[in-house]
């Protein structure tokens, strides 16, 4: 749950930059790449990864959006509205 919000957060924040994000577990897959390119030592355990930059909106990819779950769906309101 912490990381989720700690995710989240650094999502959000960048967003407010401009930038994008991607939440991956391939830096957990492939973390040889990262540590090289980040200097993380073998005694850090790589948890998550978030991929951040400036969107190319005339990439393909960036054009998709995708459908969301219906807040009904996935909440259950308790207490007095
Ligand atoms: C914990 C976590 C790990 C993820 N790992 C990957 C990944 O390894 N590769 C990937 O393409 N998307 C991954 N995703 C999905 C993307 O971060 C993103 O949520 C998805 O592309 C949906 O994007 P959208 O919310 O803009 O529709 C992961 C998401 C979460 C929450």
């Avoid at 749950?1 to 391939?26: F, H, K, R, V, W």
């Avoid at 991929?51 to 909440?75: M, Q, T």
Wanted: hydrophobic letters at 40%; one cysteine or more.
């Amino acid at each position: 749950m912490d990381i989720g919000a700690i995710l989240q957060t650094i999502c959000l924040t960048a967003l407010n930059y401009g930038l994008s994000t991607c939440i991956e577990d391939q830096g957990v897959m492939f973390p040889r790449v990262v540590r090289e390119h980040t200097g993380i030592p073998e005694s850090s355990r790589i948890l998550i990864s978030i991929a951040i930059g400036y969107p190319d909106w005339d990439f393909p990819a960036n054009k998709l959006e995708s459908a969301r779950e219906s807040l009904d769906n996935v909440v259950t309101w308790y207490g007095d509205a």
